[in-house]
Structure formats: structure tokens, C-alpha cells
């Protein structure tokens, strides 16, 4: 059982930058695709980015394609979501997710998901 903790979100103007972080624990994390995916007020949820667990390799939504930047460090089970260049329509609870086959860009592809964080862009 994998369990993750998300962090970093908040209230960011337009233009800005926010790191997230998801934290993992409880499973050999540096064998799990990872996945961040949002999800708007009313909207439902969408993939955002996904990195690959062998050789770090990422795919992207087009919405966040060159904005938005995966990584992950697995000595400390941790992946992170570097978004740049914020816009009022990035606002949504952003989650982390694990497992799955790469590239992820479904849902229904992860086992295990965190609790979500939520960020918001002012305009």
C-alpha cells in the first residue's frame, strides 16, 4: 500500500511559479510511474504530466507543455511539478498518483492517489 502526501500548492498571481511536491511512502516508490493530474471546480479530472520510472522520461498535456516540469528523486521518494508561466485557468486541487503503465495520461491507469492540494491563480 503506497500512500501520498501532496504539498506546495496555494494562491500564486498570474505569471507566477509554484513547486509541488508529492511525497510517497509504503512501497518501493522507484518502481511506480507517477502522475500529477488536476482538477477544476465542475470540471473533471485531467492529466497534467506523468515521468516514467527507469529512465525519467515525461510526457505532458499540451495545455502545460513548456510551462509545467516533472521530476522525481527517488532516494527520497518524492516527485515533484515545477509550474511556471501560471494562468487563471491552471486553478484547480492538484493530485499526485502512482502506478500504472508509461505514458499515463488516464485516470484509471493509477493504483494510488494523495489527497490533493489545491492551487490558485489570480488574474
Known amino acids: 500500500q503506497v500512500q501520498l502526501v501532496e504539498s506546495g500548492g496555494g494562491l500564486v498571481q498570474a505569471g507566477g511559479s509554484l513547486r509541488l511536491s508529492c511525497a510517497a511512502s509504503?512501497?518501493?516508490?522507484?518502481?511506480?510511474?507517477m502522475g500529477w493530474f488536476r482538477q477544476a471546480p465542475g470540471k473533471e479530472r485531467e492529466f497534467v504530466a506523468t515521468i516514467d520510472w527507469s529512465d525519467d522520461a515525461t510526457h505532458y498535456a499540451d495545455s502545460v507543455k513548456g510551462r509545467f516540469a516533472i521530476s522525481r528523486d527517488n532516494a527520497k521518494n518524492t516527485v515533484f511539478l515545477q509550474l511556471n508561466s501560471l494562468k487563471s485557468e491552471d486553478t484547480a486541487v492538484y493530485y499526485c498518483?502512482?502506478?500504472?503503465?508509461?505514458?499515463?495520461?488516464?485516470?484509471?491507469?493509477?493504483?494510488?492517489w494523495g489527497q490533493g492540494t489545491q492551487v490558485t491563480v489570480s488574474s
Open positions: 509504503g512501497g518501493t516508490f522507484s518502481r511506480y510511474v
Open positions: 498518483a502512482a502506478g500504472g503503465v508509461f505514458p499515463g495520461t488516464w485516470a484509471g491507469q493509477y493504483t494510488y
